[in-house]
């Protein structure tokens, strides 16, 4: 048994010795993006869109969608010297007051998210932010690319389960356990940013947006600045 136990170790030892590869590693280069849209009950409420006029949230919601989805396509098929961009997205709401995957993490094709936005129009239930950035951040972690993000835009506090800022710094940890990260970016839809300072502290990026055009800017922003373009750091390890 002794003999066996130094065999186990002397080889254990030679593999560190030689260079094991981490899991991290063998990701291939591209971005994977978890966009978690909230379809609580509250998104039926009321901002001003960019006409001057009071439209529900969840359809200034799904122009915005749209949107996101035209500014990915446009940016996956400009491609690099290498081929085209590598790119898997996928849509999580709230369904039963629990996340759920309407389209899974997948390579990314704009049709399908357009068509959900423009079908979307029964807001209902609670908001389970936590347990949302539970399951998209899962999913990105797990993308086997480089770049990992998860897009969340929202128009409440959690009401539903674990708070984002309980969940966040689990995600965090089996992150740092794979040698990566995970970027997190929050976009507080017509409440104050403030709610979610939490997670602002644990390194998340957290910006408001009061009506229509704010939220094209902000988004604009993240797109442009944190996810498509990656002028970020490189995220922390854990």
């Known amino acids: 048994m002794k003999s066996f136990r130094r065999t186990t170790v002397f080889f254990a030892l030679l593999a560190l010795c030689a260079g094991a590869i981490p899991a991290s590693a063998a990701d291939e280069e591209g971005v994977a993006l978890a966009i978690v849209y909230d379809t609580s009950g509250s998104m039926k409420e009321a ?4 006409a001057g006029k009071f439209s529900p949230k969840y359809l200034v919601a799904n122009r915005a969608l749209v949107a996101i989805a035209n500014r990915i396509e446009a940016f996956a098929a400009k491609g690099t010297a290498g081929g085209p961009r590598n790119i898997r997205a996928g849509l999580f709401v709230f369904q039963k007051d629990g996340p759920q ?8 094709k704009a049709a399908p998210f357009i068509t959900w936005a423009h079908g979307f129009t029964e807001p209902i239930g609670g908001t389970p932010l936590g347990e949302a950035l539970n399951v998209a951040g899962r999913a990105v972690l797990h993308s086997g690319l480089t770049r990992k993000h998860v897009l969340i835009i929202t128009d409440g506090e959690n009401t539903v389960g674990p708070r984002p800022d309980v969940t966040l710094p689990a995600l965090q940890r089996e992150a ?4 990566t990260g995970v970027s997190v ?8 940013a403030k709610v979610f300072a939490g997670v602002k ?3 998340a990026t957290v910006v408001g947006a009061a009506n229509e055009s704010q939220l094209n800017t902000q988004l604009e922003f993240i797109l442009e600045k944190k996810i498509l373009l990656e002028d970020e750091e490189p ?4």
């Open 201 to 203: 502290k644990l390194g």
């Open 185 to 192: 970016h929050f976009v507080a839809f017509d409440v104050d």
């Open 176 to 179: 740092g356990q794979k040698q």
């Open 47 to 50: 901002v001003k869109d960019d």
């Open 101 to 108: 995957a309407v389209l899974p993490l997948a390579p990314f």
């Open 235 to 238: 995220p922390k390890k854990q």
